[in-house]
């Protein structure tokens, strides 16, 4: 089975840091995604990447970027956290036309 | 209007009940169409997935396609308590790898 493995489940920051959020999948997938999850909102796109060094934006990137320096690894960066960014981070990573494998998730609390 | 809309519930029924969970679309690109369950502080684990019109069914899941209705259900025989949680619907286009998530269906099942 695949595996998608985030690197924290539980963050708490202060406003103003910079965060970075990681992402691994120990399959050859080509395909990353990063999503957050919030109640009555459901699950919203941030960032996608279907290659090494190739990203795309999703439905809302406004704060946030991404890396993507090897085919395993997705990381998601909050430049200067906020508390509206206060939610549930969810990575997942699909091999085409296969579905999304997600994480565990990383449920972040900006103060 | 949402490209997928899904009974947000929550849904709260007694434990061996058939649970009906749904979801319509909009965009008749759409071909692939997923469940996920996602249990409380969890990342979504992929239950069904389908690509034709017609029944599918996993032990006590059965997932139902309609494109000429632009409809998608998923059917819990037999509910058990350990089926409480929240359902995702999906659906993705031919080309490409992003999925549309419906908001989800919280469901209880009570012993």
């Known amino acids: 089975d695949v595996k998608v493995t985030q690197s924290s489940r539980y963050l708490v920051k202060r406003t103003g840091e910079k965060v970075f959020l990681e992402c691994v999948q120990d399959?050859?997938?080509?395909?990353m995604f990063w999503y957050r999850q919030d109640p009555g909102l459901g699950l919203r796109l941030i960032y996608f990447?279907?290659?090494?060094?190739?990203?795309e934006k999703g439905d809302i990137p406004e704060g946030y970027s991404v890396s993507r320096e090897k085919k395993e690894r997705f990381s998601l960066i909050l430049e200067s956290a906020s508390t509206n960014q206060t939610s549930m981070y969810l990575c997942?990573?699909?091999?085409?036309?296969?579905?999304?494998?997600f994480g565990s998730g990383t449920r972040l609390t900006v103060v | 209007q949402k490209e997928v809309e899904q009974d947000p519930g929550p849904l709260s029924v007694p434990e061996g009940a058939i649970v009906s969970l749904n979801c319509t679309y909009s965009?008749?690109?759409?071909?692939?169409f997923m469940w996920y369950r996602q249990y409380s502080r969890k990342g979504p684990e992929l239950l069904m997935y389908t690509y034709s019109s017609g029944n599918k069914e996993d032990g006590r899941f059965t997932a139902q396609v309609d494109k000429s209705s632009k409809y998608i259900s998923l059917f819990i025989r037999d509910s058990q308590p350990s089926d409480s949680a929240t359902y995702l619907c999906a659906m993705k286009e031919t080309s490409g790898s992003r999925l549309t998530f419906g908001e989800g269906t919280q469901l209880t099942v009570n012993p």
């Open positions: 997942a990573s699909s091999l085409l036309p296969q579905p999304h494998t």
């Open positions: 965009n008749s690109a759409f071909q692939y």
């Open positions: 399959m050859d997938h080509e395909n």
């Open positions: 990447s279907y290659d090494v060094k190739m990203k």
